[in-house]
């Protein structure tokens, strides 16, 4: 199975990279240099090729390169779900992100309609021991991948709450706009839960009767919404008490993402680094499975520093299933000898820095 890719990548004053260019013809890519070299600038990149502030939630601002601040720019071509396509994506100094396809302005949402992104980035490593937000996010990058209007759901619900937050915080006290904006919480959040709920069914199906080397993950969403039948009904029940807080308690909000290593009924939080590593890489691959079953074509993955936590055999392993799905990865390591056993599977670049500017070049495997 072929999968979507990234046929050509070139960034024009994006973070480090002054100008770069690179060439792929479908393979996993391994990107190996030195920290700060600017490897996962170009993971980040190729993130904003799908919908979202991409991999490191960064506004269209952050991402200039500095002293210059004259504006980035990423342009790609892409094999997508259906055809072949221009993407380019872009932010003049100080203006919003905007974004091409095929040299006409489209939205950030019909990116998703092209391509599916997936990731795993080291700030990731903490998902199961620090707070619920992180899991939530992660959780709803995946649902996404699933639901391309999910996006659309969570920023619906999530500029209702924030309305209504505000007459919270001002004490106010006319039930109409209340009403109003419980009534929009409410059917958002009834789209948002319900994509979140199927996901996680979508990812527990592909986790289920797979030979791999990565721990399967119970998982379930603990929600604080959960078994109310009229979320609008129980937010006007509530006000009162919202109202002395000054911001809304129930809601899928509030929910939370908890995972479990199968095998051994031990809670993710509790289980030890390396194995928290791989129950993350677990779910990335199990999405990617399920996706590719949905779509007839794997996703693009994205594994910044990959090997970090990862004995030789099961680095081995993680490459192996990335060329069985036909997955195009573009992976980071400090080192290219951490990616030897992908051999002549994959492309290899090298990114070094010269000056303060990245340089990116192709190296034979």
């Not at 620090?130 to 709803?140: I, T, W, Y």
Request: overall charge negative; hydrophobic content about 45%.
């Amino acid at each position: 199975m072929s999968g979507l890719a990234i046929l050509w990548l070139q960034l024009s004053h994006f973070r480090s990279h002054r100008a770069a260019q690179m060439q792929f013809d479908g393979r996993p890519v391994a990107i190996a240099g030195p920290n700060g070299a600017g490897k996962t600038n170009i993971l980040e990149a190729v993130s904003l090729l799908s919908p979202g502030r991409g991999l490191r939630g960064a506004t269209a601002v952050d991402i200039a390169r500095r002293p210059e601040a004259l504006g980035w720019r990423v342009a790609a071509r892409v094999a997508g779900l259906t055809a072949a396509h221009e993407i380019e994506t872009r932010a003049e100094p100080d203006g919003a992100r905007q974004v091409m396809i095929d040299g006409k302005p489209a939205t950030q949402a019909r990116l998703g309609e092209i391509l599916r992104v997936l990731w795993l980035v080291p700030a990731m490593d903490r998902l199961w021991i620090e707070g619920a937000e992180g899991r939530r996010k992660f959780l709803d990058r995946i649902t996404l991948g699933f639901y391309p209007d999910h996006a659309e759901a969570v920023l619906a619900y999530e500029k209702a709450m924030r309305d209504r937050n505000r007459l919270l915080r001002d004490g106010a006290t006319d039930g109409r706009w209340y009403a109003a904006l419980e009534a929009q919480m409410a059917e958002a959040g009834r789209a948002l839960s319900f994509n979140r709920m199927a996901t996680l069914n979508r990812l527990e199906d592909a986790q289920e009767g797979v030979e791999t080397a990565f721990p399967r993950a119970a998982l379930s969403l603990e929600e604080p919404s959960e078994g109310l039948t009229d979320l609008a009904a129980a937010l006007a029940e509530h006000r009162r008490r919202d109202i002395q807080a000054g911001r809304t308690l129930i809601g899928p909000h509030r929910a939370d993402l908890q995972g479990v290593y199968a095998a051994k009924g031990v809670p993710a939080a509790q289980c030890s680094t390396g194995e928290q590593k791989a129950l993350l890489i677990s779910l990335i691959l199990a999405s990617a499975r399920a996706l590719a079953q949905d779509l007839g074509r794997a996703p693009v993955i994205l594994l910044d520093e990959v090997a970090a936590h990862l004995d030789p055999d099961r680095r081995a392993a993680l490459y192996d299933e990335i060329c069985a799905l036909g997955a195009q990865a573009l992976m980071t390591g400090t080192e290219p000898g951490l990616f030897d056993s992908l051999g002549a599977r994959a492309q290899t670049f090298v990114v070094r820095d010269e000056g303060g500017q990245s340089v990116v070049e192709e190296v034979a495997p």
